[in-house]
Structure formats: structure tokens, C-alpha cells
């Protein structure tokens, strides 16, 4: 079955940086688009990036772009998510999710990792 | 940017009532290859989002039949015909036309009486 396991979350100083990573089994990696989705404590849901399966495009929401960077290795099935100057406004739980060509959208979400951060 | 607006933000629903929830987009989400981009996804309490529907009405693999999707163009309706106790949490709808960015509507909380 499908599995996206986040990692690498935790508490970060402003202006700090983070790297997350989710790996992915259950399924061919490299044939799949991947996307990070975010969630403020007590929010909605928040597009964050996209890469597409073979890394060729990426996408970033205009609050995270120049800042974060997603990519990946299809060689260990992982997704990443680098962060870098990082902002109060940033804190949220980070999920990992699969875009499928089937459905035309996202279909398999990761139980996320929290990302805090604060002084 | 797509804005996406859904109502109503909450509601409280007998077991075995039916339930409705309406998505409205800023922009049409009917693309040049005749599909029409709208997901809903259900968070259910402590858990990660679960896709329910794809392309307006089409329930994805394991979702009961008593989920369905019906609209088109900007106008959205997710319908439970008979609410259970395990179908509380947020009910969000989302747009997959135009990227970046996928949007997200607020969310709808569904809560049973």
C-alpha cells in the first residue's frame, strides 16, 4: 500500500533552516508527481510546492518561494523540502503528497511532520 | 490566485440525516480538455487529510457511496446522504486547474449531534 513517511521536523530559531524529508514506498517513486501541503496550528490547508517525478519543473506558493526548495532523489525514493530563513509565520505540520495522472490531483497524504518556529 | 469559498464553515448533523456543503471558485475550473478540476478531501480528527472525490464526482478507491460530488463550472456541492459517526472532522474542496498554486477552500467542520 501507499506510504509517505515525513521526517526532520522540530523547533528552529527565526532566520533558521530546516530540511524535511519524506520517503515513499508502496509504489514507483519516480513515475509520480509530489507535493508539500502545510497546516498552521488550528488552520486550513496550504499548498506549499510541487516537483514533478522527474524533477524537471517545480512550483513554490509565492510565501515560500526564493526561501524553500523541494527536490528529490528517485534512487532512495525520498522527497525533500529545504527551508531556509525561516519565519514565525512558517510554524505548521508539513505533508508530503503524491499527485497522481489519474485523478489529476493529489490522492496519497503523509502524516506530516511539525515544524515550530520560535525564539 | 483561485480563491475558493465554502459554506457553511460548520455544521451538526443527525446519524442518518443527510449532509450538504457548497465550494465556490473565483474562476472556472473547466479546463481546455473538458475535465473539471475540483477535489474534496476529508480530516478526520488527529489524522492527515483522505482524498473523497476527484473531478467533481468521481468517489476515489474505498470511499462509500453515500459521498457524492455534483457541480460545474465555479459552483461545488459535496452531498452525504446519510451522515455516520465516523464522517466527522473538516471536509476542505480544492482546485487542480492552475498551478501554482493549488487553493484550498476554508474547510467545513462536520460534527455530529
Known amino acids: 500500500q501507499v506510504q509517505l513517511v515525513e521526517s526532520g521536523g522540530g523547533v528552529v530559531q527565526p532566520g533558521g533552516s530546516l530540511r524535511l524529508s519524506c520517503a515513499a514506498s508502496g509504489f514507483t517513486f519516480s513515475s509520480y508527481g509530489m507535493h508539500w501541503v502545510r497546516q498552521a496550528p488550528g488552520k486550513g490547508l496550504e499548498w506549499v510546492a510541487f516537483i514533478r517525478y522527474d524533477g524537471s519543473n517545480k512550483y513554490y506558493a509565492d510565501s515560500v518561494k526564493g526561501r524553500f526548495t523541494i527536490s528529490r532523489d528517485n534512487s532512495k525514493n525520498t522527497l525533500y523540502l529545504q527551508m531556509n530563513s525561516l519565519r514565525a509565520e512558517d510554524t505548521a505540520v508539513y505533508y508530503c503528497?503524491?499527485?497522481?495522472?489519474?485523478?489529476?490531483?493529489?490522492?496519497?497524504w503523509g502524516q506530516g511532520t511539525l515544524v515550530t518556529v520560535s525564539s | 490566485d483561485i480563491v475558493m469559498t465554502q459554506t457553511p464553515l460548520s455544521l451538526s448533523v443527525t446519524p442518518g440525516q443527510p449532509a450538504s456543503i457548497s465550494c465556490k471558485s473565483s474562476q472556472s475550473l473547466l479546463h481546455s480538455d473538458g475535465k473539471t478540476y475540483l477535489y474534496w478531501y476529508l480530516q478526520k480528527p488527529g489524522q492527515s487529510p483522505q482524498l473523497l472525490i476527484y473531478?467533481?464526482?468521481s468517489r476515489f478507491s474505498g470511499v462509500p457511496d453515500r459521498f457524492s460530488g455534483s457541480g460545474s463550472g465555479t459552483d461545488f456541492t459535496l452531498k452525504i446522504s446519510r451522515v455516520e459517526a465516523e464522517d466527522v472532522g473538516v471536509y476542505y474542496c480544492?482546485?487542480?486547474?492552475?498551478?501554482?498554486?493549488?487553493?484550498f477552500g476554508q474547510g467545513t467542520k462536520l460534527e455530529i449531534k
Open positions: 473531478e467533481v464526482s
Open positions: 480544492m482546485q487542480g486547474i492552475h498551478l501554482p498554486p493549488y487553493t
Open positions: 503528497a503524491r499527485y497522481t495522472v489519474t485523478t489529476s490531483g493529489i490522492d496519497y
